[in-house]
């Protein structure tokens, strides 16, 4: 059985020493935030005139409130903003063995397989405290997750899985839906005994996350929505044009044969979407996944919601994510400056500055 990466941010690196949020004035109550030379805090102390000081939705004294699109949103504004951070971590030396970040923690484990609804899954467990599980995007696998779950495993029970057509998990048996991938992953929590979780979902993963809690709300404790897909793109002119070229090309495929299908071929590879091109055998499952529409479920969503994107991420916009902030009820949203699709990666330290003290509340 092959070792799950062991070797990764977390892994190299440990987070500055923490304060606790009920010390700071004006912050969320509940979890702590890393200190260091970036973002000093004394607490019961006056913040600093810039950044001014604002609500609890701005992350009071880390963030700047922008108006973007008519919104009043939260944007990450700590250090260089003109560079991606992979994180804001200082050097080992600097911490202190008492913080929360230092606990002693479980050694990665090899990654396990389990079948589910007949398909093969491989999925790992690592880390103590409350369960988290992570929904990796379209195309990538677990793996893409590698460093945030060594980190997050310093705080909570992390699991992460591929799903099936990803990683090394089998293909789905025909043409799945967003809900089939939703009922698997139900399945695989009963399996696992998690009986209730808090759910990060990244792009993909977020249309599955969206899905199992508005539907099965005793499962979701918490729910991180990041760079979340199900929103459908708006109408453009390049996009009804795009879709006029393939209901072409797919009439000449199926009209003139061989020399058809050669003509559709490479109409396809000029208009499609590189998931879609790299999908394979998942073809018709990426079609059904992206047709649906999950701007309905969103109301049903009851159990508190952050919401984190890059500010400049072409995969889902950040319209997408002032939908989900208006639909979901209680919903915040955090914009993650330079910051692409994989905002969490991108800007990690600001990433994880937020989230933990979120997930741990």
């Not at 992390?158 to 057509?165: C, I």
């Not at 050669?262 to 979407?273: K, Q, T």
């Not at 998931?275 to 159990?303: K, Q, S, W």
């Amino acid at each position: 059985m092959p070792a799950w990466p062991a070797i990764g941010l977390a892994s190299r690196i440990r987070v500055a020493p923490a304060i606790n949020w009920k010390d700071c004035p004006g912050l969320p109550r509940g979890g702590s935030v890393p200190t260091g030379r970036h973002h000093r805090l004394r607490p019961a102390s006056p913040l600093p005139p810039d950044p001014p000081l604002v609500t609890w939705q701005d992350f009071s004294g880390f963030t700047n409130c922008h108006e973007i699109g008519g919104h009043l949103t939260t944007v990450i504004s700590l250090g260089d903003d003109m560079a991606r951070a992979p994180s804001l971590a200082i050097p080992e030396a600097a911490t202190d063995q008492g913080t929360p970040a230092t606990r002693p923690q479980d050694p990665p484990e090899a990654a396990r397989f389990t079948t589910v609804r007949g398909v093969r899954i491989r999925h790992v467990t690592v880390g103590r405290g409350k369960p988290l599980l992570l929904l990796h995007g379209w195309g990538t696998s677990l793996d893409a997750f590698v460093d945030l779950t060594l980190d997050m495993a310093r705080s909570f029970r992390v699991t992460a899985f591929d799903f099936p057509g990803h990683g090394e998990s089998g293909l789905p048996p025909g043409t799945w839906t967003v809900d089939d991938f939703t009922n698997l992953t139900l399945d695989l929590m009963a399996e696992l005994g998690l009986e209730r979780a808090a759910v990060l979902g990244h792009s993909f993963g977020g249309r599955v996350a969206i899905k199992l809690a508005a539907a099965h709300p005793d499962k979701v404790d918490r729910l991180v929505l990041v760079d979340s897909a199900g929103v459908p793109p708006r109408r453009t002119a390049r996009r009804v044009l795009r879709r006029a070229a393939s209901r072409f090309a797919n009439a000449v495929g199926r009209r003139f044969g061989r020399p058809g299908q050669a003509i559709r071929g490479r109409i396809v590879a000029r208009i499609a979407s590189p998931d879609y091109l790299n999908a394979g055998p998942l073809r018709d499952t990426f079609l059904a996944v992206i047709r649906e529409d999950l701007r309905p479920a969103m109301p049903h969503i009851n159990c508190p919601t952050l919401l984190v994107w890059g500010d400049s991420d072409d995969d889902t916009p950040l319209a997408d994510g002032h939908t989900m902030e208006r639909l979901i009820p209680g919903a915040r949203l955090l914009v993650l400056k330079n910051a692409g699709h994989f905002s969490y990666i991108d800007q990690y330290g600001r990433f994880r500055l937020a989230v933990i003290p979120f997930l741990d509340d």
